[in-house]
């Protein structure tokens, strides 16, 4: 799947913005699939920590498709949305972008789904609040 440069991010505000940095790299010059990976897995810990009102872990990533590079100095926002939840688990649909320091273009780098289970103290999981769907007349 190629992605246009015209494509646009998500709407709303990004779960994480950072600047790409040097220590980030491999050998080439490019970041890290795991750097980006793992600013997607707390973009997702936020959405599911906040969704289940405590600690959640992640239990498995789904779909990880890298469509471009990430240089050092670029922004990267990554965006992340509920999109299932189950008894004990989430599932959050998670998009990473970049846009060059000095340009307004906008380029999808990777998505994936990542789950978390909520844990409580004793570690073991725990029930989450059930998704509210607006009632909508028809």
């Known amino acids: 799947m190629d992605v246009h440069p015209d494509e646009m ?8 913005r950072v600047i790409a940095m040097p220590a980030d ?13 793992s600013m997607m897995d707390s973009a997702a810990g936020s959405v599911a920590s ?7 872990v992640t239990i498995a990533v789904e779909g990880m498709t890298f469509h471009r590079p990430v ?3 670029d ?3 990554v965006y992340a949305r509920l999109a299932r939840v189950g008894r004990t ?3 959050i ?7 060059a320091r000095h ?4 380029y999808k780098v990777t998505e994936a789904k990542f789950t978390f289970v909520a844990i409580g103290e004793d570690r073991q999981p725990r029930r989450v609040p059930p998704v509210l769907v607006e009632q909508t007349n028809n």
Do not use: C, K, Q
Request: net charge negative; aromatic share 8%.
């Open 103 to 106: 340009d307004d273009r906008s």
């Open 75 to 77: 922004e990267v926002s």
């Open 71 to 73: 240089v050092v100095g």
């Open 25 to 37: 790299t491999n050998p080439y010059g490019d970041i890290f699939g795991g750097w980006l990976m």
């Open 9 to 16: 991010p998500p709407e709303g505000l990004p779960a994480v």
């Open 93 to 99: 649909d998670v998009e990473s972008w970049r846009r």
């Open 50 to 56: 906040r969704h289940s009102h405590g600690r959640a």
């Open 89 to 91: 688990s989430m599932t």
